[in-house]
Protein backbone atom coordinates (compact mmCIF):
# COMPACT_ATOMS: atom_id res chain seq x y z
CA UNK A 1 0.00 0.00 0.00
CA UNK A 2 1.07 3.55 -0.57
CA UNK A 3 -1.17 6.57 0.38
CA UNK A 4 -0.42 9.64 -1.10
CA UNK A 5 -2.00 12.74 0.55
CA UNK A 6 -2.04 15.90 -1.49
CA UNK A 7 -1.78 18.06 1.42
CA UNK A 8 0.77 18.96 3.46
CA UNK A 9 0.56 15.76 5.36
CA UNK A 10 3.16 13.68 3.68
CA UNK A 11 2.46 10.26 2.96
CA UNK A 12 2.51 6.57 4.22
CA UNK A 13 4.94 3.72 2.87
CA UNK A 14 4.32 -0.03 3.48
CA UNK A 15 6.48 -2.26 2.34
CA UNK A 16 4.26 -4.10 0.26
CA UNK A 17 4.37 -1.67 -2.13
CA UNK A 18 7.51 -0.43 -2.50
CA UNK A 19 9.98 -1.67 -4.78
CA UNK A 20 12.44 -4.72 -3.20
CA UNK A 21 16.31 -3.27 -2.74
CA UNK A 22 18.63 -5.96 -2.04
CA UNK A 23 20.69 -3.52 0.67
CA UNK A 24 18.93 -2.20 3.62
CA UNK A 25 21.40 0.19 3.89
CA UNK A 26 20.18 1.44 0.29
CA UNK A 27 16.58 1.95 1.06
CA UNK A 28 17.28 3.79 4.18
CA UNK A 29 19.98 6.57 1.85
CA UNK A 30 17.04 6.78 -0.76
CA UNK A 31 14.28 7.29 1.82
CA UNK A 32 16.41 10.15 3.34
CA UNK A 33 17.16 12.01 0.22
CA UNK A 34 13.80 11.89 -1.29
CA UNK A 35 12.14 13.24 1.79
CA UNK A 36 12.71 16.27 3.82
CA UNK A 37 11.67 14.24 7.26
CA UNK A 38 11.63 10.70 7.60
CA UNK A 39 10.01 8.71 10.26
CA UNK A 40 11.06 4.73 10.50
CA UNK A 41 8.19 3.44 13.02
CA UNK A 42 7.67 0.42 15.01
CA UNK A 43 3.46 -0.70 15.19
CA UNK A 44 4.31 -0.81 18.77
CA UNK A 45 6.44 2.26 19.29
CA UNK A 46 4.10 4.70 21.07
CA UNK A 47 7.29 7.37 20.71
CA UNK A 48 7.14 7.21 17.25
CA UNK A 49 3.41 7.94 17.04
CA UNK A 50 3.74 10.84 19.37
CA UNK A 51 6.18 11.80 16.92
CA UNK A 52 4.26 11.54 14.22
CA UNK A 53 1.45 13.30 15.61
CA UNK A 54 3.42 16.48 16.53
CA UNK A 55 4.57 16.80 13.66
CA UNK A 56 1.84 16.40 11.44
CA UNK A 57 0.34 18.62 14.35
CA UNK A 58 3.24 21.09 13.26
CA UNK A 59 1.92 21.14 9.71
CA UNK A 60 5.42 19.28 8.88
CA UNK A 61 5.16 17.33 5.55
CA UNK A 62 7.09 13.94 6.52
CA UNK A 63 7.66 9.85 5.17
CA UNK A 64 6.11 7.20 7.68
CA UNK A 65 8.39 4.25 6.83
CA UNK A 66 6.68 1.05 9.45
CA UNK A 67 9.97 -0.97 9.71
CA UNK A 68 7.71 -3.73 11.19
CA UNK A 69 6.10 -4.09 7.62
CA UNK A 70 9.28 -4.63 5.81
CA UNK A 71 11.36 -8.19 6.02
CA UNK A 72 14.23 -5.94 5.89
CA UNK A 73 13.11 -4.32 8.93
CA UNK A 74 15.10 -5.08 11.44
CA UNK A 75 18.43 -4.67 9.09
CA UNK A 76 17.09 -1.17 8.15
CA UNK A 77 16.89 -0.55 11.96
CA UNK A 78 20.25 -1.53 12.87
CA UNK A 79 21.69 0.66 10.02
CA UNK A 80 19.68 3.66 11.05
CA UNK A 81 20.85 3.59 14.65
CA UNK A 82 24.75 2.84 13.58
CA UNK A 83 24.11 5.94 11.24
Same mark, same amino acid.
Given at each position: ?12 ? $??? $? ?66
Amino acid at each position: MHYHHSESWGYYT $AAA $ATRVMADPLERVAKLASENAVVIFSLGSCCMCHAVERLFRGMGVNLTVYELDQDPRGKKMSGMIRMS
